[in-house]
């Protein structure tokens, strides 16, 4: 048997490592970015085209290169950083594998422009797949300029699993905020495709946040510090309230170097327990610094997934830190029990006024008993005793509550005691269990109560039904939606005073592809100068309140599923205008809203069940309710 086991060519195993470090042009932009701030620079530009998909280009003033080391990057495993083993636990650098512009070069048409400050004339270097096809000396300025173009041009599969532009834009940005947020002291400048995205000056680390997400998150952060022997830890957190459901404004960074790390991020929500609305996060941008012979960067080729040798010892210490904050700024609740029993408002003259004691005047003569006397004699009706009864054999083998109707209908507002009929009947098709409700109801004579403003009851043919409210009030909001979008004619409530929304660059581009379907649910949005919507008019049913976190929410999920505005999507922007929108427990309902809210239900598509298969209605039958008092 001949030997099986065998050396790869160069250019196949570039590509295997361009698999694991380049996985979108987010990932050439991060690598060229970080190796520029190694390179000390001040100023980075970054220009791109069709969100990556032509050409990347990293300008940036750092040191540069010679033309030996311009020549050596692109090697596998060629660094700078690392001479001897140690050197992994000291490292304080961004990139140090020595696989970026080796993976980089093996899958892109690559142009190098470098030059250092004591050289007269820099280097020039033209690769493409892996192979060097010129190089030479040049004139250009101090630093570098990487152009990247043709991202995964010779290998086909890997293109053509790219998402949109507006998907890969929205990566190459969480990139871009996880490298300016840890390095405000450099300035940045991202355009994409020939259009300023941001432009952000050298500044301190707020001054930075504010920059990125607006000036309305100035007054929404809370500082944070806390120095032990064990690690230093500073920042901001978002106050309680301005929690949100979906919320992409969660960063932990370590030796300047962005983390993901669940049980740190468990650890800030424990510190608000019981401040946030369930199922929403805080804001907070929490920077540690730590010996770096404590953590492990080197796991993950992404260097994203940081392994910390005393995680447990941590953990108190941001609870802490976080605790204080909030308890600094006045956002936890005090209780005083030692409140003074009444309040004294200090009174100042400037004039030598005197006041004297007030006097209180009484008429001695005033007699309340005097006037009309009247006299009251006790009632004696022991000796008739027996007219207490009268009437009574009249109703004798009568039960007492024979006679309730009455009862019922001043509670009613005097509707007659007549319950709604209704047939219901559990199916089975297609593996599915539907709920058909033919409902024969004569409504001047439904009775509905409300339990726990919550629930509304009412009786069936069969038994006492109960509907959840919010539940219902969804289902037929759902129905509305969905055919406004499909009819096109969605019902529009003009604001007296128009909202102004303002969103970053990825999430201006998913809103300008939406607008066509807000307007059929109702939604009059208009462009309000750069990265700027002003909302003139919203959907009846939406509370003014609720029109930014709808709009987020939906950009949101248009972010994740990458969206193609077909049905499918349609179908969510609906659902979440429905749910937004629905009146939710704890809202109390007359009779006639009562009636109203369940006739519009058994008249929709599907009474039983919400569009997310949530239980609508559940029934009581005669039958168990009997059983209980046996």
Known sequence: MSDVIHLLPDSIANQIAAGEVIQRPASVVKELVENAIDAEATKIQIIIKDAGRTSI???????????????????????????????????????????????????????????????????????????????????CPKGTNFSIKNIFYNVPARRRFLKSNTTEFTHIEKEFFRIVLVNPEVSFELIHNNEVC?????????????????????????????????????????????????????????????????????????????????????????????????????????????????????????????????????????????????????????????????????????????????????????????????????????????????????????????????TEQLLEQNDEVQLELNMEVEESKAIYFQYKFKYIFTTTKSGLTCIDQHRAHERILYDQYIQSICNQNGVSQKLLFPEILELLESETLILNDLLEELSYLGFEIEPFGKNTFSINGIPSDLKSSSIKDYLLRIIGDAKIESKDLKLEFKKKMALSLAKTTAITAGKKLDQNEMMDLVCKLFSSSNPAFTEENKKIISIFENDEIEKRFK
């Open 198 to 422: 941001y432009k952000l000056k050298a500044c301190n680390l707020k001054e930075r946040i504010v920059n990125l997400f607006g000036k309305g998150i100035n007054t929404q952060l809370l500082s944070i510090n806390a120095d032990s022997s064990i690690v230093q830890i500073y920042g901001y957190v978002g106050r309680p309230e301005t929690a949100k459901k979906q919320n992409n404004k969660q960063y932990f960074f370590v030796n300047g170097r962005y983390m993901r790390h669940p049980y740190f991020h468990k650890a800030v929500m424990q510190a608000f327990d019981r401040m946030v609305q369930p199922n929403t996060t805080p804001d907070y941008f929490i920077y540690f610094n730590i010996d770096p012979g404590s953590i492990d960067v080197n796991i993950h080729p992404t260097k994203t997934e940081i392994k910390f040798e005393n995680e447990q010892a941590i953990w108190p210490i941001i609870m802490a830190c976080i605790k204080e904050a909030l308890g600094k700024f006045n956002i936890t609740q005090a209780i005083d029990f030692d409140a003074p029993e009444s309040i004294n408002f200090p009174y100042t003259s400037s004039s030598n006024e005197t006041f004297e004691a007030p006097t209180i005047k009484t008429d001695p003569n005033y007699n309340p008993f005097a006037g009309e006397q009247k006299s009251y004699k006790r009632n004696d009706s022991r000796g008739n005793w027996e007219q207490l009864y009268n009437g009574f054999e009249k109703q004798s083998g009568s039960s007492p509550f024979e006679n309730s109707e009455s009862f019922f209908s001043a509670t009613t507002g005097n509707r007659d005691f007549d319950f709604p009929e209704a």
């Open 57 to 139: 280009q990293v300008i940036d003033n750092g040191k540069g290169m010679s033309e030996t080391d311009a020549r050596m990057a692109f090697e596998r495993h060629a660094t700078s950083k690392i001479k001897t083993a140690s050197d992994l636990f000291n490292l304080r650098t961004m990139g140090f594998r020595g696989e970026a512009l080796a993976s980089i070069g093996a899958i892109a048409q690559v142009e190098l422009k470098t030059k250092r400050a004591e050289d007269e004339i820099g280097t020039l270097i033209e690769m493409a797949g892996g192979k060097i096809e010129n190089q030479e000396s040049i004139l």
